[in-house]
């Protein structure tokens, strides 16, 4: 799931460069070769490449409402698999179902895609100012069209890589905002700190393992999931079957 919505947002950050080959690299000055002087101050290169951005940036965004109907589909998929995993913890534990409403779901899923949102269509527009910023003082320096260029399209990684971040991040703090909500929900006070323990793994959350922690009185940097690209989770401490606020279903 977590790979599925890195490859759609990635997707996203793909049309921005594919953009930037489409307008950007057009426009690189190139009318006198290889020698980039004087002589593109007087031809107006900078209003032309500015301008090639500006096209470059508005083919790339276009209208949002397909990137809002992505992340709504993956916002009901962790949702999905977050509650899955939680009953399956609690049948394991108790032997029955439990159920207790949830109305704070929607909030929860509605401020994550709109924060979501907010950071796709973030992408290109950091995208573009930094490189328009690297383009402008490279010709300035007089470098080669074909140095131009090879910048150019040796850039089309960080959209990319920006993307991915963006995307494993936030699926990270939604499941651990899901994790929390249906924990306490239920009465469930404190958690244990677990993880993946590879060699990605933060060294400060590889010392946490297994330690007790209480919902509202989480570590310095956040309880699981929300640090930045934090992939720890929180094991319940349950309490007693009597002392479950829930509903019992045998």
Same mark, same amino acid.
């Given at each position: 799931? /977590?790979?599925?919505?890195?490859?759609?947002?990635?997707? #996203?950050?793909? %049309?921005?460069?594919?953009?930037? /080959?489409?307008?950007?690299? &057009?426009?690189?000055?190139? %009318?006198?070769?290889?020698?980039?002087?004087?002589?593109?101050?007087?031809?107006?290169?900078?209003?032309?490449?500015?301008?090639?951005?500006?096209?470059?940036?508005?083919?790339?965004?276009?209208?949002? /409402?397909?990137? %809002?109907?992505?992340?709504?589909?993956?916002?009901?998929?962790?949702?999905?698999?977050?509650?899955?995993?939680?009953?399956?913890?609690?049948?394991?534990? =108790?032997?029955?179902?439990?159920?207790?409403? /949830?109305?704070?779901?929607?909030?929860?899923?509605?401020?994550?895609?709109?924060?979501?949102?907010?950071?796709?269509?973030?992408?290109?527009?950091?995208? +573009?100012?930094?490189?328009?910023?690297?383009? +402008?003082?490279?010709?300035?320096?007089?470098?080669?069209?074909?140095?131009?260029?090879?910048?150019?399209?040796?850039? #089309?990684?960080?959209?990319?890589?920006?993307?991915?971040?963006?995307?494993?991040?936030?699926?990270?703090?939604?499941?651990?905002?899901?994790?929390? #909500?249906?924990?306490?929900?239920?009465?469930?006070?404190? =958690? %244990?700190?677990?993880?993946?323990?590879?060699?990605?793994?933060?060294?400060?959350?590889?010392?946490?393992?297994?330690?007790?922690?209480?919902?509202?009185?989480? &570590?310095?940097?956040?309880?699981?999931?929300?640090?930045?690209?934090?992939?720890?989770?929180?094991?319940?401490?349950?309490?007693?079957?009597?002392?479950?606020?829930?509903?019992?279903?045998?």
């Amino acid at each position: 799931m /977590e790979n599925d919505y890195v490859s759609a947002v990635q997707l #996203y950050a793909k %049309r921005m460069t594919d953009a930037v /080959e489409r307008y950007v690299v &057009p426009a690189l000055p190139s %009318r006198r070769g290889d020698d980039l002087g004087g002589q593109w101050e007087r031809d107006g290169w900078y209003t032309a490449l500015e301008q090639a951005f500006l096209d470059a940036l508005a083919a790339a965004t276009g209208s949002e /409402e397909s990137m %809002r109907a992505v992340i709504t589909l993956f916002a009901d998929r962790v949702n999905a698999f977050n509650a899955g995993q939680f009953h399956k913890i609690l049948r394991a534990a =108790y032997g029955v179902d439990v159920f207790k409403s /949830e109305p704070a779901l929607g909030p929860i899923s509605t401020v994550w895609e709109a924060e979501n949102l907010r950071l796709i269509k973030s992408i290109p527009t950091q995208y +573009v100012e930094g490189l328009q910023s690297k383009v +402008v003082a490279a010709v300035q320096r007089g470098e080669t069209v074909a140095s131009l260029t090879k910048q150019v399209r040796e850039s #089309y990684d960080v959209p990319k890589k920006r993307a991915e971040l963006i995307a494993r991040d936030q699926i990270g703090k939604l499941n651990g905002q899901l994790t929390e #909500y249906r924990q306490r929900n239920v009465g469930v006070d404190e =958690y %244990r700190w677990r993880g993946v323990l590879d060699a990605r793994e933060r060294d400060e959350h590889v010392g946490r393992e297994g330690d007790k922690f209480r919902w509202d009185s989480p &570590p310095a940097d956040g309880n699981p999931g929300q640090p930045i690209r934090c992939r720890c989770w929180a094991e319940p401490v349950l309490p007693n079957l009597d002392d479950l606020d829930a509903l019992i279903v045998h």
